[in-house]
């Protein structure tokens, strides 16, 4: 039985790691999504069985009482949040993630400075790794949490000589490591070395803004697998190794995928400060623009939605502010009613996170097969009547097409410029988070709806049952 034993566990973590490729294979998709998510927790349910009867484990009765506590935090949490604040959760969890994975290297570390052992260089050079590695996702996510709540400035925070002071800190780092592969037993020295991974994290978030979110939170979760992936190295556990990679490997692919939706670089992204500088107005009907704009009331944009064959909704980050996203199911369900094809065109970096209209979405009940992506829409907008941007801005600039001068010009956007005619909801003229006035607004086939998304709506939804 005791030479069956560990064999039985690594043949576990086999199956429970093609569960997790499977699970992402469903994450891929909309539809499958909710599956992929419950197939992918049964693989971690065996792997933390397989791993509770290795026989280094040595306190079932901590680990059970840890469970507990983090299983009865988790269900309160996932029941309690608002799909509103999903992007605030998944920045948390990151954090977390990585705090785990560098704590395993702390008190791995402890562990062997109290036993005298020598601590083998490939088990030092894991640990320094996943130290900074896991430091730098707690603190980032944290602020990226901090951020996205509004509990500090969504803007770029930079301040003279910011660059000069990460390379500072990062040659510590560096400089801590080598004395500690020299000389592995200093626990001054190590103490140190968190620390500083601890502030590389907080100046690695701080100069991002708000708009570039949804590639932040997609590569802190990448970092937070290869914390884990480290943390395997660490105490030798070939699952954690394989969840690890998984998990890094994923999280660097979306956040390509992000980076190629805004035509930017990885590189740009966090070191531009893009979006510190933005344009504002101080009414409704002025922008950065003197151009003259179209404004219409909820009865006038009822009759051109009623009476239209196809309408496209746009939804944005507006919508996910004003909790629209009830609303606008309501108003789609009222035009199907009376013959109207809605459809729905999601962009890749809509919102604060990836995917983050596809949930709220799905939170109203929308069918999935009612969502397009951009590629798919894009060819469409001629054919619609009506386009109805819901709170988006940068993603349905036409700036990004036409003007070489504009710092969104190459980023792929959601063409609603070319539909008959389009209706954007808005509480003002101001701009996006790129900070650049919208060109779509001024167009001769744009009217604008001023107001919060979740009344405008609502008063839509009112006229329409009218006419």
Same mark, same amino acid.
């Given at each position: 039985m005791s030479d069956f034993l560990p064999t039985g566990i690594q043949?576990? @973590?086999?199956? *429970?790691?093609?569960?997790? $490729?499977?699970?992402?294979?469903?994450?891929?998709?909309?539809?499958?999504?909710? +599956? =992929? +998510?419950?197939?992918?927790?049964? =693989?971690m349910l065996l792997a933390i069985v397989a791993t509770?009867?290795?026989?280094?484990?040595? +306190? #079932?009765?901590?680990?059970?009482?840890?469970?507990?506590?983090?299983?009865?935090?988790?269900?309160?949490?996932? %029941?309690?949040?608002?799909?509103?604040?999903?992007?605030?959760?998944?920045?948390?969890?990151?954090?977390?993630? =990585?705090?785990?994975?560098?704590?395993? &290297?702390?008190?791995?570390?402890?562990?062997?400075l109290d036993s005298s052992q020598p601590i083998p260089l490939d088990v030092n050079i894991s640990m320094l790794l996943d130290v900074l590695i896991g430091g730098v996702t707690l603190t980032g996510s944290f602020? *990226?949490?901090?951020?996205?709540?509004?509990?500090?400035?969504?803007?770029?925070?930079?301040?003279?000589?910011?660059?000069p002071f990460n390379l500072l800190l990062?040659?510590? @780092?560096?400089?801590?490591?080598? %004395?500690l592969i020299r000389t592995p037993d200093s626990l001054p020295v190590f103490l140190g070395v968190v620390a500083v991974s601890l502030v590389l994290g907080v100046m690695f978030v701080l100069?991002?803004?708000?708009?570039?979110?949804?590639?932040? $939170?997609s590569l802190l979760n990448s970092l937070s697998g290869v914390a884990a992936a480290a943390a395997g190295f660490v105490v030798m556990n070939n699952m954690l190794i394989i969840a690890g990679a998984l998990v890094g490997a994923s999280g660097l692919i979306l956040t390509e995928i992000m980076c190629k939706a805004m035509n930017r670089s990885l590189f740009s992204v966090l070191f531009s400060a893009f979006g510190s500088v933005?344009?504002?107005?101080?009414?409704? &009907?002025?922008?950065?623009?003197?151009?003259?704009?179209?404004?219409?009331?909820?009865?006038?944009?009822?009759?051109?939605? =009623? #009476?239209?064959?196809?309408?496209?909704?746009?939804?944005? %980050?507006?919508? *996910?502010?004003?909790?629209?996203q009830h609303s606008v199911r309501e108003l789609a369900d009222q035009l199907e009613r009376m013959g109207v094809d809605v459809k729905y065109a999601i962009h890749p970096v809509a919102g604060r996170m990836p995917g983050h209209m596809n949930v709220l979405l799905a939170e109203a009940n929308v069918a999935y097969t009612q969502l397009y992506d951009m590629e798919d829409i894009n060819p469409q907008f001629e054919q619609a009547d009506v386009a109805l941007v819901i709170g *988006?801005?940068?993603?349905v600039n036409p700036a990004a097409r036409s003007d070489k001068n504009s710092p969104i010009y190459g980023m792929p956007i959601l063409e609603v410029d070319r539909a008959k005619q389009t209706i954007v909801i808005k509480r003002s003229m101001s701009a996006g988070f790129a900070g650049v006035d919208n060109e779509l607004f001024y167009k001769a086939k744009t009217t604008m709806l001023f107001g919060s998304a979740k009344d405008m709506v609502a008063k839509l939804v009112s006229e329409v049952k009218q006419l």
């Open positions: 043949l576990t @973590y086999l199956v *429970a790691a093609s569960l997790f $490729i499977l699970g992402l294979k469903k994450l891929g998709s909309p539809a499958s999504a909710r +599956n =992929g +998510n419950l197939v992918a927790a049964v =693989g509770m009867l290795d026989q280094h484990v040595l +306190n #079932y009765e901590m680990i059970l009482l840890g469970l507990s506590i983090g299983s009865v935090i988790g269900a309160v949490i996932a %029941y309690k949040v608002q799909m509103t604040e999903m992007p605030q959760m998944v920045g948390l969890l990151n954090g977390l993630g =990585g705090a785990s994975s560098a704590l395993i &290297a702390v008190s791995e570390f402890w562990r062997l602020l *990226a949490f901090a951020k996205l709540q509004g509990l500090i400035s969504g803007t770029p925070i930079t301040f003279p000589l910011q660059q990062l040659g510590s @780092y560096l400089a801590g490591s080598a %004395y100069p991002i803004g708000g708009g570039d979110m949804p590639v932040v $939170i933005s344009t504002s107005s101080g009414g409704a &009907a002025a922008g950065a623009s003197d151009q003259p704009v179209r404004s219409i009331d909820a009865e006038e944009g009822a009759m051109m939605l =009623g #009476y239209a064959r196809s309408v496209v909704i746009v939804p944005g %980050y507006g919508m *996910a502010v004003a909790q629209a *988006a801005n940068d993603v």
